[in-house]
């Protein structure tokens, strides 16, 4: 008798573990912050780690599923640079340097995909609690000139990059995430042409920026069980 209770209690903890072990729901959002580098290369500089400077950001994402995201990201942050930095000789500047100092804010929308699937591993078969991941998108960028032909300047911007994500536990995670935004302006830095030649094209002689970020999030409205489970089947 004693045997059999044994072997009873021992099947029985032997189902309850997995039972908990998928108590972890998975969640559709996550909202949160990011701060990092934003450095600008254009006319004016053509060195991507030159004149970084700090940046702030707020993000939210919508997971399609633990492969599948979609990101609002919100940044704020400086653009720096001087025609005394690069070796093109420029005819406006040859006497006096040209040297600014804008604050750019950028919004953008990207769709982000996970090499592996991203979870606690208690919440999805498989799930990584790291994982890289690449994103493109579309954006717009407003930026505040302070010492240049005009005041603003607006345009369009494409995002592309690359990251990591790490789940610190079910609803806080950290991610780490490297962008180029390719600008359609060419005003970005306060000057229009400043090689005196006409151009044209969508990305010819138009500035661009980089973003480095570390951004911490919180997930939350939890999936639908049920529902789950019957998509899996």
């Known amino acids: 008798m004693k045997k059999i209770l044994t072997l009873i209690l021992i099947a029985t903890a032997?189902?309850?573990?997995?039972?908990?072990?998928q108590e972890d729901p998975e969640y559709r959002m996550e909202i949160g912050?990011?701060?990092?580098?934003?450095?600008?290369?254009?006319?004016?500089?053509?060195?991507?780690?030159?004149?970084?400077?700090?940046?702030?950001?707020?993000?939210?994402?919508?997971?399609?599923?633990?492969?599948?995201?979609?990101?609002?990201?919100l940044q704020t942050g400086k653009i720096k640079g001087s025609s005394a930095d690069v070796k093109t000789y420029y005819p406006a500047f040859a006497t006096k340097p040209y040297e600014f100092s804008n604050t750019l804010v950028g919004l953008d929308i990207t769709f982000?995909?996970?090499?592996?699937?991203?979870?606690?591993?208690?919440?999805?078969r498989g799930a990584q609690r790291v994982t890289p991941f690449i994103f493109g998108g579309l954006g717009g960028t407003f930026v505040s000139?302070?010492?240049?032909?005009?005041?603003?300047?607006?345009?369009?911007?494409?995002?592309?990059?690359?990251?990591?994500?790490?789940?610190?536990?079910?609803?806080?995670?950290?991610?780490?995430?490297?962008?180029?935004h390719f600008s359609l302006s060419d005003e970005l830095d306060g000057q229009k042409d400043p090689y005196g030649i006409v151009s044209s094209g969508a990305f010819k002689n138009t500035d661009c920026y980089s973003t480095l970020q570390m951004t911490l999030t919180y997930s939350f409205s939890a999936r639908c069980r049920t529902c789950h489970n019957e998509d899996e089947d």
């Open 112 to 124: 982000e995909y996970n090499f592996w699937p991203y979870g606690t591993g208690k919440d999805y």
């Open 14 to 21: 032997t189902a309850i573990v997995p039972a908990k072990a």
């Open 33 to 73: 912050v990011g701060g990092g580098l934003m450095g600008y290369l254009g006319d004016f500089n053509g060195n991507l780690t030159k004149d970084l400077q700090p940046m702030a950001s707020v993000v939210t994402r919508y997971n399609f599923n633990p492969y599948y995201g979609l990101k609002l990201n």
């Open 145 to 180: 000139i302070k010492n240049g032909d005009k005041k603003n300047d607006f345009s369009a911007n494409v995002p592309i990059g690359i990251g990591l994500k790490y789940k610190l536990n079910k609803r806080m995670n950290l991610g780490v995430e490297w962008a180029m």
